[in-house]
């Protein structure tokens, strides 16, 4: 079966860096797009990152650009973000999902979703 599960969540200060990782099984990641989500309390889900399925070209939105970086390793059927710089803003509860054969990631059109990680940027 196909599951993602996200790890590397928890608190930390303004500035600060954190390491998200998700962990697939049940698929190859060759094959699916790759887009990590957030959604704070009372706010909309909204897109962070996405690595194509076609070419690996990663977009990210423009709020986190130059302080996120998103990655895979396909030997271990992993997905990441590096987040870096962290701002108060960034707090969230962050996803990993993916899409089959698509080239970009729709925030209520992928396949299959992971439970999320807690992401609190506090002083």
């Known amino acids: 079966q196909v599951q993602l599960v996200e790890s590397g969540g928890g608190l930390v200060q303004p500035g600060g860096s954190l390491r998200l990782s998700c962990v697939g099984s049940?698929?190859?990641?060759?094959?699916?797009?790759i887009g990590w989500f957030r959604q704070a309390p009372g706010k909309e889900r909204e897109g962070v990152s996405c690595?194509?399925?076609?070419?690996?070209?990663?977009s990210y939105a423009d709020s986190v650009k130059g302080r996120f970086t998103a990655s895979r390793d396909n030997a271990k059927n992993t997905v990441y973000l590096q987040m870096n710089s962290l701002k108060p803003e960034d707090t969230a509860v962050y996803y990993c999902?993916?899409?089959?054969?698509?080239?970009?990631?729709?925030?209520?059109?992928?396949?299959?979703w992971g439970k999320g990680t807690l992401v609190t940027v506090s002083s």
């Open positions: 690595i194509s399925s076609s070419d690996g070209r990663t």
């Open positions: 999902a993916i899409a089959l054969k698509r080239l970009q990631c729709p925030a209520y059109g992928m396949d299959y």
């Open positions: 049940g698929f190859a990641l060759d094959y699916f797009a």
